[in-house]
């Protein structure tokens, strides 16, 4: 019996959902490293018409107060909103005609 391989690959361009998802990813993950090169971040962006949902689990160790234990929330350190609409503003999402845009998505 001969050995078969089948290869196969997709690619999608910038601008795909998935590409724009990504993006935002990485953009949050930098911005935590930015603060603590010991953050964990296992974040998931979903990206659908105008809409956002960024979830997950983010840990930055800098932000907990070793004396009290307590942890400053991640709004507090970081500003998702404006990570989010900077990412898409730099795929180019900024034509008003655009369904999805940098300056109008929640």
Same mark, same amino acid.
């Given at each position: 019996?001969?050995?078969?391989?089948?290869? @196969? @690959?997709e690619?999608?361009?910038?601008?795909?959902?998935?590409?724009?998802?990504?993006?935002? @990813?990485? @953009?949050?993950?930098?911005?935590?490293l930015?603060?603590?090169?010991?953050?964990?971040?296992?974040?998931?962006?979903?990206?659908?018409?105008?809409?956002?949902?960024?979830?997950?689990?983010?840990?930055?160790?800098?932000?907990q107060?070793?004396?009290?234990?307590?942890?400053?929330a991640?709004?507090?350190?970081?500003?998702?909103?404006?990570?989010?609409?900077?990412?898409?503003?730099?795929?180019?999402?900024?034509?008003?005609?655009?369904?999805?845009?940098?300056?109008?998505?929640?």
């Amino acid at each position: 019996m001969a050995n078969t391989f089948v290869f @196969s @690959s997709e690619s999608v361009g910038e601008g795909h959902p998935d590409k724009v998802a990504d993006l935002i @990813s990485d @953009s949050v993950l930098d911005a935590c490293l930015a603060i603590d090169k010991t953050s964990r971040v296992a974040c998931e962006t979903f990206v659908k018409s105008n809409i956002v949902v960024v979830g997950g689990e983010i840990t930055i160790p800098k932000l907990q107060d070793k004396k009290t234990g307590k942890t400053k929330a991640l709004e507090e350190a970081i500003n998702l909103g404006k990570i989010i609409r900077d990412a898409i503003r730099h795929i180019g999402y900024t034509n008003d005609d655009d369904v999805f845009h940098a300056d109008t998505v929640f």
